[in-house]
């Protein structure tokens, strides 16, 4: 299960569903307070019938997030509402979110979790988000200069603040990578730990915004970090993919069809020139105020960071937006002690085909 809603992270995670078809005149209007914040993009005039969704997808096609509302711009001949989490849904996750509200098509999972809730709770993942997680374990290299991944984190010892309950954590104790006695399950999202210790302990974060944050941002700190990626310590998570309930690849696949496209190519219209949906994002984290912190220097910290570290990228091929599903066979094979010890077995016979498709990817859409 993903804790992100005490943590600082990017704020165009799924760029490709936020920046939907980047074209168009589009209006943001936050949700009322009692009910999940969220914003709608009205159906566009300008929608050309092959880049149109009216007449095979619902009216409004819901997207659930898992932190506070961010970037959407759409001209799709339907409104694309994008509805905040984290606060605005009480902090559940977005899997029990989507079983909770059926107006709700698609939701951000991450893999493991989709392993995780593949008894009661199932989803399938029809676009891939992230390509590679972007959460880390970060540390002060003035005090390790010599520490370079997670696994020497481990051999040197260094206490490791992280959020409880990590399937990875789980996984990293499992393996050896890390130490039982060097881990440290109460992070609270805040760096006041991490600061007191004047650089003798690491805690996880996302490489996307702590390490920009940490120099920039946090005033007692103002310098940098090192970090490594879970993913390369082996905990090849792919993060808020955009999910639907099984039944819905069947019910809503002519919709599909013609939408896994569209994001697929904003994404990519997105990373090639951020600034008007990263303009959009900080209205919309104004406008919410709700205590989310969000910059212009974090934004184009996260875009550099996303394109240079490769966490939005082509999947095994030249195609964005595409499951390995090897890879994630691979996860699933390393999931599931983790979740069994956790009491919470994943389902009989998991394979890649049961929680992600490519069914609706265009392959010839890439990076």
């Known amino acids: 299960m993903q804790q992100r809603h005490t943590r600082s992270l990017i704020a165009f995670s799924v760029v490709g569903a936020l920046a939907l078809a980047a074209c168009g005149d589009d209006a943001e209007t936050p949700a009322g307070t009692d009910a999940p914040a969220g914003t709608t993009a009205p159906a566009g005039t300008e929608a050309s019938a092959a880049g149109s969704l009216a007449g095979v997808c619902p009216e409004t096609v819901v997207i659930q997030t898992d932190w506070n509302p961010e970037a959407e711009h759409g001209d799709t001949g339907v409104d694309l509402e994008v509805r905040s989490g984290g606060p605005a849904i009480g902090f559940t996750t977005v899997t029990s979110q989507m079983y909770t509200d059926d ?4 939701g951000y999972v991450y893999t493991d979790e989709a392993i995780q809730n593949s008894v009661e709770f199932p989803t399938v993942a029809i676009e891939s988000g992230f390509e590679k997680n972007p959460q880390m374990i970060m540390w002060d290299p003035a005090t390790y200069p010599d520490v370079k991944t997670i696994a020497d984190v481990g051999k040197e010892g260094i206490l490791v603040r992280y959020f409880g309950g990590a399937a990875y954590m789980e996984y990293f104790l499992a393996e050896g990578i890390l130490s039982n006695d060097q881990v440290d399950g109460s992070y609270d999202g805040t760096p006041a730990l991490f600061i007191a210790d004047q650089g003798a302990s690491a805690q996880q974060g996302f490489g996307s ?49 013609k939408l896994v496209p569209m994001i697929q190519q904003s994404s990519v219209d997105y990373l090639a020139d951020p600034a008007a949906a990263n303009a959009i994002v900080l ?17 184009d910290y996260g875009v550099a960071t996303i394109k240079g570290d490769g966490l939005v990228a082509n999947g095994p091929d030249s195609t964005v937006g595409n499951f390995d599903l090897d890879r994630v066979n691979a996860l699933i094979a390393k999931a599931i002690p983790v979740y069994t010890a956790l009491g919470q077995p994943p389902k009989d016979g998991l394979k890649a085909e049961d929680i992600v498709t490519n069914q609706f990817i265009d392959e010839s859409i890439g990076l």
């Open 103 to 106: 107006s709700i098509l698609l």
């Open 209 to 257: 915004a702590e390490p920009y944050i940490y120099a920039n941002d946090v005033a007692d700190w103002m310098k940098p970090v090192s970090y490594a990626y879970i993913n390369d310590a082996g905990w090849e998570n792919y993060a808020e993919s955009i999910a639907t309930k099984p039944e819905n690849v069947t019910k809503y696949a002519d919709c599909f069809t």
């Open 283 to 299: 209205d919309a984290v104004a406008k919410f105020d709700n205590g989310w912190v969000y910059t212009q220097g974090v934004a």
